[in-house]
């Protein structure tokens, strides 16, 4: 079945460091791929996604390219800031059939100033 | 854009009880509602999905009976933490898909903190 997988955390890193979370997954065909972010004691937000291969989704000053032939969805900001402190989760779903998010373990990313 | 109300984000209960978690759609109709448990420091399980008009789906190992999914309209879903035990305290979030085609996204609700002592 579709699956997901994140580099292990946590993460910390000082502010204005170069960020990279890697993510792969497993799926066949062409399923879409999500970037969440969940601040503590909340819900998850959209951070960014994209829907087919080479495709690249921003926001924020974040970016992940849809990589078919690595199977990733690495996530890169150039200069991160104390309030990205966050827990980070990539997922895939598809369009059709169950629809479900599968999601990867999370990566809490700590900034320091 | 896309907004999910849940309430109530916090809830105590005495073991034993039921306490009901609602989800609504604020701008958007949800024929598909998804229900995640999260534990400290974990990724979201996926507990069900709920489909507008029919019988929630369940994921393997889930209890149907302990905890009950109505969707009865496009625009809520409720769960219903039944006879709860101190095992049930966690956070509980809902999502709803939003949109067509390749639009499509997921919204989540801001998450339920249960506490059962």
């Known amino acids: 079945g579709d699956s997901v997988t994140q580099m292990e955390g946590p993460v910390t890193l000082s502010e204005e460091a170069f960020l990279t979370i890697n993510c792969t997954y497993t799926?066949?065909?062409?399923?879409?791929l999500f970037w969440y972010v969940q601040y503590p004691g909340e819900g998850l937000q959209l951070l960014l996604k994209?829907?087919?291969?080479?495709d690249k989704g921003s926001n924020k000053g974040f970016e992940a390219t849809y990589r078919k032939e690595t199977t990733s969805f690495h996530l890169e900001k150039g200069s991160v800031q104390v309030s990205d402190s966050a827990v980070y989760f990539c997922?895939?779903?598809?369009?059709?059939?169950?629809?479900?998010?599968?999601f990867g373990q999370g990566t809490r990313l700590t900034i320091n100033p | 854009g896309a907004v999910v109300s849940q309430h109530p984000s916090w809830v105590i209960c005495k073991s034993g009880t039921s306490v009901k978690i609602e989800c609504r759609s604020l701008?958007?109709?949800?024929?598909?509602m998804f229900w995640y448990r999260q534990f400290p420091k974990q990724s979201l399980m996926l507990m069900a999905t709920?489909?507008?008009?029919?019988?929630?789906?369940?994921e393997q190992g889930v209890e149907k009976d302990k905890f009950l999914i109505n969707h009865a309209s496009l625009t809520l879903s409720t769960l219903t933490v039944t006879s709860a035990h101190p095992e049930d305290s966690s956070f509980y979030i809902c999502?709803?898909?939003?949109?067509?085609?390749?639009?499509?996204?997921?919204?989540f609700g801001s998450g339920t903190r249960l506490t059962v002592v």
């Open positions: 701008d958007f109709q949800a024929t598909t």
């Open positions: 999502s709803a898909r939003d949109g067509t085609g390749f639009a499509y996204g997921y919204t």
């Open positions: 799926a066949t065909g062409y399923p879409s």
């Open positions: 994209a829907t087919k291969a080479d």
């Open positions: 997922a895939l779903s598809r369009i059709q059939g169950a629809q479900k998010l599968v």
């Open positions: 709920s489909n507008e008009g029919s019988k929630a789906t369940y």
